[in-house]
T-cell receptor, first 113, second 115 residues
């Protein structure tokens, strides 16, 4: 079964710290991987999309990496701010069932001022 | 562009009532999806569609029906609502045309409570 796992489920860090969020997936044959942010009671905002041929993508203070062989992606957040507090979700489109996107259960991040 | 729009945003139903959630996208996307999000369970795929006139079951299709009569619209129906269907429902779409990136776009969600 193709699964996506995000550990830890929750993370609390002091403001200004650099941090890494993890996403693991069980099958290395993927089309792409997408990171989302979700604020409480809100929808999902796309942060970064990495195609299977790419190793990383960057947007501002965010950097996402992809290692298909080990089935891992990381989302690096530099100089964290209280406004970064949210739940971060990883979504993987596996090859073969390319119509479907599988989500992890997310990491809830709290940045403490 | 409005992107992906869901209506209604909030709804309260009584057990046994029926309702339809509407998802509309103005990006000419081929694929559309309905997910439900429950605490501790992440997003689970209910039904999806790969084009006008086609639909398919996802992980948790029981109790729901869908229709894609027009490319831009994807409807999710509950024929006889149950308390277990209390959830937040999200619609999403992906393009498949020229310049296709496979990026998933989401609506803002529809919060449904079944009493």
């Amino acid at each position: 079964k193709q699964e996506v796992t995000q550990i830890p489920a929750a993370l609390s860090v002091p403001e200004g710290e650099n941090l890494v969020l993890n996403c693991s997936f069980t099958d290395s044959a993927i089309y792409n991987l997408q990171w989302f942010r979700q604020d409480p009671g809100k929808g999902l905002t796309s942060l970064l999309l990495i195609q299977s041929s790419q190793r990383e993508q960057t947007s501002g203070r965010l950097n996402a990496s992809l290692d298909k062989s080990s089935g891992r992606s990381t989302l690096y957040i530099a100089a964290s701010q209280p406004g970064d507090s949210a739940t971060y979700l990883c979504a993987v489109r596996f090859s073969g069932g390319y119509q479907k996107v599988t989500f992890g259960t997310g990491t809830k991040l709290q940045v403490i001022p | 562009n409005a992107g992906v729009t869901q209506t209604p945003k909030f709804r309260v139903l009584k057990t046994g009532q029926s309702m339809t959630l509407l998802c509309a996208q103005d990006m000419n996307h081929e694929y559309m999806y309905w997910y439900r999000q429950d605490p501790g369970m992440g997003l689970r795929l209910i039904h999806y569609s790969v084009g006008e006139g086609t639909t398919a079951k996802g992980e948790v299709p029981d109790g729901y029906n869908v229709s894609r009569l027009k490319k831009q619209n994807f409807l999710l129906g509950l024929e006889s609502a149950a308390p277990s269907q209390t959830s937040v429902y999200f619609c999403a779409s992906i393009n498949r045309g020229l310049g296709y990136t496979g990026e998933l776009f989401f609506g803002e969600g529809s919060r449904l409570t079944v009493l």
